[in-house]
């Protein structure tokens, strides 16, 4: 079955940085494009970024664009977000989040989470 | 990119069906199939309910249904449970090809 498991997460002071991973199982992880999703304590559920299946089309949210970059390595099926100038803001369990066969344009699957929290 | 505008919480009584509104703008959620419905308990993960407007995942309960107006989704339960007491979020693909998630709809089932 399809397994999305985040890693990464902490405690981390303003302005520095933090890179998550999404380790993948289960189904053919380069014929997928996949998602982060991040929802804010108490809060709602905010889409982020996504990759498409092969790396080569990225888009972001306003709120982390020039700040956070999404990537992938087909090669151990692995899912990166790497969070730089971080805002209190930021502070969310970022989920990571599979699409349909190729597609980015509807989320699926969702991996369990991992907190971020930005605080001095 | 601004959130999809949903009621932050409706009810209803065990048995009876209720339907949850998603406004977006003709960029969004008027412009493409592609609105999905999340269910989410607290401390879980959210889960697929409803996707391309109409369509249930494998093992979704057939009480779920999506339907669309314009720029409007609508996601009904019919035949309210207990279990079915969560937050609801409506998600869209955009003309950025971006998404964009509602604000989230608390039921309660009385």
């Known amino acids: 079955q399809v397994q999305l498991v985040e890693s990464g997460g902490g405690v981390v002071q303003p302005g520095r940085s933090l890179r998550l991973s999404c380790a993948a199982s289960?189904?053919?992880?380069?014929?997928?494009?996949l998602h982060w999703v991040r929802q804010a304590p108490g809060k709602g559920l905010e889409w982020v970024a996504l990759?498409?299946?092969?790396?080569?089309?990225?888009f972001y949210a306003d709120s982390v664009k020039g700040r956070f970059t999404i990537s992938r390595d087909n090669s151990i099926d692995t899912l990166y977000f790497q969070m730089n100038s971080l805002r209190t803001e930021d502070t969310a369990v970022y989920y990571c989040a599979r699409g349909p066969y190729y597609d980015t344009r509807v989320v699926q699957h969702w991996g369990q989470g991992t907190l971020v929290t930005v605080s001095s | 990119q601004s959130a999809l505008t949903q009621p932050a919480s409706v009810s209803g009584s065990p048995g009876q069906s209720i339907t949850i509104s998603c406004t977006g703008t003709?960029?969004?959620?008027?412009?493409?199939?592609?609105v999905s419905w999340f269910q989410q308990h607290p401390g879980k993960a959210p889960k697929l309910m409803i996707y391309?407007?109409?369509n249930r995942p494998s093992g979704v309960s057939n009480r779920f249904s999506g339907s669309k107006s314009g720029n409007t989704a609508s996601l009904t339960i019919s035949g309210l449970q207990a279990a079915d007491e969560a937050d609801y979020y409506c998600?869209?693909?955009?003309?950025?090809?971006?998404?964009?998630f509602g604000g989230g709809t608390r039921l309660t089932v009385l």
């Open positions: 289960g189904f053919t992880f380069s014929n997928y494009g």
């Open positions: 990759i498409s299946y092969d790396g080569s089309n990225k």
């Open positions: 998600n869209s693909y955009t003309s950025r090809s971006t998404l964009v």
């Open positions: 003709s960029s969004d959620v008027g412009g493409y199939n592609f």
């Open positions: 391309d407007v109409t």
